[in-house]
């Protein structure tokens, strides 16, 4: 099995960027669709991004397409969530995510490990 660790977060103005990391230990990470999560306070938690195995197709949320992008280095065992253009709505507990039989890729019940997450807060 594979554990997925993130990092990264922190307080940014409105229109800031933020990067995230999602590193694996345990199984090699290449194995895995890696999707990330968000769930601010008081709401449920929400699809934002997920990447394929192999890199080559990336799903994004509508909230937040054009604004995030998703890469991956399979060498380093790691994802990235490049954040830009941030809004206090995105104001939440970032989560990584990895499984091996995604399919809408959106659904939480698609993956079967998952980190601790990193807080992310944006300021107006």
């Known amino acids: 099995q594979v554990q997925p660790v993130e990092s990264g977060g922190g307080l940014v103005q409105a229109g800031g960027s933020l990067r995230l990391s999602c590193a694996a230990s345990g199984r090699t990470f290449s194995s895995y669709t890696v999707g990330w999560f968000r769930q601010a306070p008081g709401k449920e938690r929400e699809f934002v991004a997920a990447i394929s195995r192999g890199g080559a197709y990336r799903y994004y949320a509508d909230s937040v397409k054009d604004r995030f992008a998703l890469s991956r280095d399979n060498a380093k065992n790691t994802v990235y969530l490049q954040m830009d253009k941030l809004k206090p709505e995105d104001t939440a507990v970032y989560y990584c995510?990895?499984?091996?039989?995604?399919?809408?890729?959106?659904?939480?019940?698609?993956?079967?490990?998952w980190g601790q997450g990193t807080q992310v807060t944006v300021s107006s």
């Open positions: 995510a990895a499984g091996t039989s995604a399919s809408t890729y959106r659904s939480a019940y698609e993956y079967d490990y």
